[in-house]
């Protein structure tokens, strides 16, 4: 109620900054006039920068929309035109949704806005959404398991020590000790399996810092033919975050990308801040990108869509739980991991949100 009741003293300008939706609004010269945070993403560009430009400075094929912008200037008419494709100045194209409708500008002049939505915007989403819901059903089927395995392999190990003190025969003891120790391996995995039990220490951590230490770390394990370079946004924003479950996330990212390379090879570490970006279905302010490419063979389609469940590897001394964990980790702090990959060139995607929800 009292939410609903606030709702007109919230600023108009600050509903349109947080809009998702790209919104262009042009004179009748087709000037731009106004522009929203979310359109400075689409066309990167400021608004200080991009208005009193003409519509044709500012998509290159203007042409398919000016025809259908004057006369909504004209007619008075709500225009919509579905994946319709905009070349911009910087060589991207986009396929947007497109609303145009006519409005009266702060000077009485007629004017028209319009309103843009990414079509890939929403496939990622829906994507983004099924990998969310896949990941937390993994996990929670694992932690299930180990938990049942965990409980009759402590019975197991103790009937064995058990055994052992009343067994005189050394050959038989090596018996009980391979018991033991087998056991000792399965209850190491299962530990491994359920994660860090620890609640996440949150506090304000500086992402170059850890990427630093991971890059540290991985160049100790490979040797010289190894290339660590640093991609990093010098303005991405501190974040709220554990730093030694995010330095063991990205590690298992890192290590798997200098195992795959054998020794030899490059890994860039690029950070970037994506503005009015999802997460699956949430819309943040700001978010963390963070990426580890390498240039090895890549991942083919088949094993991608496998990699993040647990125990599947190619390594023979790998246990197939690094990327899982990794997994785990991050979306304890409300992020997502993504890989896409093409031979030569393999990207893990981390999106992490800035802003306090
Ligand atoms: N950068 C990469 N390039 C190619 N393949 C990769 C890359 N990262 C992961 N993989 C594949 O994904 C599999 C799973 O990785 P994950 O880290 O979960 O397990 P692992 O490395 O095999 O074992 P562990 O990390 O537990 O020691 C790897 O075995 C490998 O086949
Ligand atoms: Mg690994």
Redesign the pocket.
Known sequence: MAGAMQLPEIRSERLLDNLSTALLVFDDHLLLQYLNPAGEVLLATSAGHACGKSIRELIKNADTVTEHLSSTIESGYVINQRNCRLELPDLRSVIVNCTRSPITLPDQRNGVMLELRKVDHHLRIEQEEQLITQQEATHALLRGLAHEIKNPLGGLRGAAQLLEREITDPALKEYTQIIIGEADRLQNLMD?MLGPNDIPRMQSSNIHHILERVRDLVRVEGDDRLTIHQDYDPSLPELQADPDLMLQALL??V???A??LDGAGDIILRTRVKRQFNIGNRLHRLVACIQ?I?N????DKE?REK??Y?L????N??????????QSLISRHQGLIE?S?KPGE?V?TILLPLDSK
Do not use: H, K, W, Y
């Open positions: 491994r298992n990212i290590r798997n990308a195992q795959v580890v390498d090895g063979p890549g991942i094993m990699i993040f647990p599947i590897t190619t390594r001394e790998g246990t197939g739980l690094g990327l899982s964990i990794a890989c990959s393999t893990f």
